[in-house]
Structure formats: C-alpha cells, structure tokens
C-alpha cells in the first residue's frame, strides 16, 4: 500500500484555501491513502468558540468533505485529512476518512490539548478504524499519542498502521511514535504541519518533522521542519502482523492484563 504525508501549513481561517491545498495534493499523489496534518481546513488557533463555529462544517455534508470525496471518487484514492466538524451544536477536533468508494469514517479527538479544551466539546467514542487496499487502518489525533492506550487500543483491534494527523508543538513525538509502534509491531504515520499562529496574545509554532515508523522501529520516512509537499512510502501490512519478538515472545499475547487491573481506575486510587 502507498501512503502519502502532505505537510502544509494551513491558512487559518480559510477553509476554502485549505480544501484547494489539499485536493491538488491528492491529484498530484500517487497514493492509496494520502494523510494531511490535525484541523487541516481550519489552521489551530481560535480566537472564541464563535471564530471556531464559523469555520467548521458538518461532515461529510459540508463543502470540504463533498469536494475531496469527488477527488477520491476521480482518482480512485482515499484521503484522512483533520477537519473542525459540527455536529449540530457540537464542535468537534476531528478527522475525516474519505474513501474512492463513497464512504467517510469520522474520529473525533478523543484527549484535547491545552486551548483546544476552550472551544471544542469533549468526544465520546467514535469510529476509529478503517481499511483501505487491505490494509486497517488506525485512527487518532495529535496529543491521543501521550496515551500510550490508545495506539494499544488501535493494535488489539487489528491496525497495521497508524494514522495520525497532527500539530505538534512539543518536541517529544516524533521520537514517542517510535515505541508506540515499536511496543505494538505497527506501522505509525504522524503528519504535522508547519508554521506558527498567534491569536489573542497566544502563539503556537509547530515542528513538522512528519514521519513514517515501521513496526521494527525504523524511520522509513522524516519530513524537515519547513518542508513543504507530499512524501509517499510503500508499506506492507504482513509485517505489521506479525507480532512475534522471539520465537518465544508476541507483543500482544505476552501482556499480563492479570497484574494491570488499576489501568482501569482512576489514577488517584491506583496502587
Ligand atoms: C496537539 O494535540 N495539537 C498538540
């Protein structure tokens, strides 16, 4: 399976732009599944929750989805891009999966980051898996990497790859994606964006440095910093199951969920 990373710099507050940007990637990319960073069609900062309600859309009846699952449908591609969702009076950080065959998988962030928790409503459970060209897929968002459960969470449900749109402004993911896929044997695709914005006093510069990490650990792919475009890197999800360390060792039937039973507490009252 081809996939692309397309790392831009999103114009904040320009949805239209943004949709532009990304459906020229797609065209221009030879790729089963192309990838583009975190909130994507909207840039990250918001002034208020109205700034942000003014620039989300429903998904996928909105502009941006009906235009990219035309390009998909066109090209025969999929694409999984970061996109500002309403949904009714709710606001969403959330990702949209478009497919060549008409279907949209959405995943609302589920841990929100810093300023985000201002104007966007708290997710519930939300579809996080995918296939495309027999590869599944796993779905989350930027900061869901500090939470090594959920990558694990994607793994046991059978993801070969991780994907994960991102805007990244501390320095430690790019290196913390290596053992997630390390710690699971899976593929792991982080595409951030580039640039800095600043609203209301607030400044936030992203690191780019997007990535593609094997399941061995092994970085297939690394983004400069200002890097601007599409990288593509073939995968092949037979490694990817295959969860043997040793002949003796499977990274997932290993685990002793029999000593873990505070994971499910709250952290207060663990041990
Ligand atoms: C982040 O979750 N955008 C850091």
């Known amino acids: ?41 909207t840039g990250y900062l918001f002034l208020d929750r109205g700034e942000l309600a003014d ?87 930027c900061y869901d990497w500090r939470f090594p459960e959920v990558a694990r969470l994607l793994a046991l449900g059978g993801a070969d790859l991780l994907a994960h749109p991102s805007n990244l402004v501390h320095p430690h993911c790019q290196d913390a994606m290596i053992t997630r896929a390390l710690e699971n044997r899976v593929f792991a695709a982080t595409v951030n964006r580039f640039g800095s914005e600043s609203v209301g006093g607030v400044t936030v510069q992203f690191s780019g440095r997007s990535q593609v990490v094997s399941p061995l650990g092994e970085r297939l792919v690394t983004m400069g910093p200002e890097e601007e475009g599409v990288r593509v890197t073939a995968i092949d999800p037979a490694l990817a199951r ?28 663990a041990g």
């Open 55 to 141: 620039v989300a859309e429903e998904v996928p009846g909105g502009p941006t989805a009906a235009r990219l699952a035309r390009a998909c449908r066109e090209t025969g591609r999929a694409i999984f891009f970061g996109i500002a969702e309403r949904a009714g009076d709710r606001l969403y950080n959330a990702a949209a999966l478009l497919t060549a065959d008409g279907a949209c998988v959405i995943y609302r962030k589920a841990h929100l980051f810093d300023t985000e928790t201002l104007v966007f409503d708290r997710a519930g459970a939300s579809t996080s898996f995918a296939s495309i060209a027999g590869t599944n897929i796993g779905l989350m968002i």
């Open 1 to 41: 399976m081809n996939i692309g990373l397309f790392q831009f710099a999103p114009r904040r507050g320009r949805p239209d732009e943004n949709a532009a940007l990304l459906e020229d990637a797609l065209r221009a990319s030879s790729v089963d599944l192309l990838i583009a960073p975190e909130l994507a069609t």
């Open 242 to 269: 295959d969860k043997q360390v040793t002949p003796r060792n499977h990274v997932l039937e290993d685990r002793r969920v029999d000593l873990w039973g505070a994971l499910l507490n709250d952290h207060r009252s």
